[in-house]
């Protein structure tokens, strides 16, 4: 939806519920910064090698979200965006503006009468159980509920403040809407049931979680949702799934352990399944763990160390690929340059994959040096676990680097991405900060025989560079 129409509606709305005695509150932020960003891919290029990239930009988002309460029972949530656009692009052009607002966030939640169920029903934000310290999930996140998908959750509260159940579907593609394109019906949606069930005991939380997905062939996956969630045996012909439906699974837990104070402890082990029951070549399967310990007990900063280890493709495209499968991901931890994770600004990281990969993070955060200051720095080091003939053959059955895998954001074994990550916060007034971000990547080993099927990639593989100053202000 966009169209700034709907600005003149939100203020009747809100002038119409101050007469029902209906309590309306607003939040949001502004986020407007500079960035210089150079080798995002390593090379200058996109991913493809088919365009060079601006180094320079200056973005622009605004987010407000409005929650309408009747009562204790009884409430629904509007929110509204005008997204990360760079100065002279879109909204931002002085002489044609784009017209960009749109709907992120549109749901009603309510309690069943005379019960504990609690529904949370439309467009929402969704994300499956991840250890807190690696920011969101690996497998289907919400980037902390920055992005939403249309959903239907029930939460059944079984022994008060010790356990619960979320019982959950989301429907994250139907291609076609409500009619196909031609008389035959056709699988063209992407659906997904998921059960969470937080245990809180003493000194610990444990949450296992499982979900099912239904992945139609003819559901119209983006080239990233390809890349995440199908295998590099599917580019070869007859491309793509065989079946009309398709079943994928997930399970896995995650644990938070408190008993250790000062220390946190957190970990995750997740398996994932997709395309099982179709041909062979489609299968794609795999396990993730992560670990981490953060240190609370020091005034003037907190320290923490984390790893993880992800499943890496074989060497054969015939019997599907050995990764786990992902819906979107924002797993991270400390701000990490190589993840969309927890940065104050977007367009700011390498987007690297995690999947097929294993490494380590030592964040030390909430760095005090003076009154309203803070820093954070960030060390990043990982490999890849995937053979470098499996990806070879899968990046030339896609059609070459940047199609399905690439350079520098998927690794096999024997290539290295190291980063740094430095970052400054000052706090202008309470709810305006000033933030500058400082990042650095090299990637090492890169392999000439995996990437370079179309084009001399390797040859061309630079560090890569950002500075971003901005300000960020909560309302």
């Not at 022994?159 to 076609?176: K, M, P, Q, W, Y």
């Not at 970052?423 to 007034?429: A, L, Q």
Request: one cysteine or more.
């Amino acid at each position: 939806m966009r169209t700034l129409a709907c600005l003149p509606l939100i203020m009747t709305v809100l002038a119409t519920t101050a007469l029902a005695a209906v309590e309306v509150k607003t939040v949001g932020d502004v986020r407007i910064y500079g960035i210089f960003f150079q080798n995002r891919n390593f090379t200058g290029w996109n991913a493809t090698g088919t365009a060079t990239e601006d180094t320079l930009q200056i973005y622009q988002r605004f987010r407000v979200r409005t929650d309408f309460t009747a009562n204790e029972a009884l409430k629904c949530r509007l929110g509204f965006m005008v997204n990360d656009t760079p100065w002279g692009n879109g909204t931002y052009t002085a002489d044609a503006p784009t017209v960009s607002v749109q709907v992120y966030q549109a749901y009603l939640q309510f309690f069943w009468p005379d019960t504990n169920l609690e529904f949370t029903i439309g467009l929402q934000p969704v994300s499956l159980p991840q250890a807190p310290l690696f920011y969101d999930s690996v497998i289907m996140a919400s980037k902390k509920e920055t992005k939403s998908t249309a959903a239907l959750i029930v939460t059944a509260p079984v022994i008060e403040d010790t356990l619960e159940l979320n019982l959950g579907f989301t429907r994250r593609l139907d291609a076609n809407g409500q009619f196909d394109t031609d008389t035959t019906q056709v699988d063209d949606e992407l659906d997904l049931y998921f059960l969470t069930a937080p245990l809180t005991l003493p000194g610990f939380t444990l949450t296992p979680w499982g979900m099912a997905g239904v992945v139609g062939a003819n559901a119209g996956l983006s080239s990233s949702q390809t890349s995440n969630l199908m295998s590099g045996g599917s580019f070869i012909f007859p491309r793509g799934y065989q079946n009309s439906q398709n079943l994928a699974l997930w399970g896995g837990a995650s644990l938070v352990v408190g008993a250790l104070d000062p220390f946190l402890i957190q970990a995750d082990a997740i398996y994932g399944q997709a395309g099982a029951t179709d041909a062979g070549r489609n299968l794609r399967r795999g396990t993730f763990f992560d670990l981490g310990v953060q240190y609370t007990g020091l005034s003037f900063m907190t320290p923490g160390l984390g790893v993880w280890w992800a499943s890496g493709e074989d060497g054969s495209l015939t019997n599907g690929s050995e990764r786990i499968p992902i819906i979107s991901p924002n797993f991270g931890m400390g701000n990490s340059f190589l993840f969309p994770c927890n940065q104050d600004f977007s367009n700011d990281n390498l987007g690297v994959d995690p999947s097929g990969s294993m490494g380590t993070t030592l964040a030390l955060e909430n760095i005090s040096s003076v009154e309203k200051m803070t820093h954070l720095v960030n060390l990043t080091v990982m490999t890849g676990t995937s053979s470098a003939k499996g990806v070879a053959l899968a990046v030339g059955a896609s059609g070459g680097n940047g199609q399905y895998m690439t350079l520098g954001k998927n690794l096999v074994q024997g290539e290295w991405l190291t980063a740094i990550e430095f970052e400054t916060k000052y706090m202008v007034y309470q709810n305006l900060a000033l933030i500058l971000e400082t990042g650095w990547a090299t990637l090492s080993g890169a392999r000439s025989d995996v990437w370079n099927t179309s084009r001399g990639f390797t040859g061309m593989v630079n560090d890569a560079w950002k500075a971003s100053l901005g300000l960020k202000y909560t309302f």
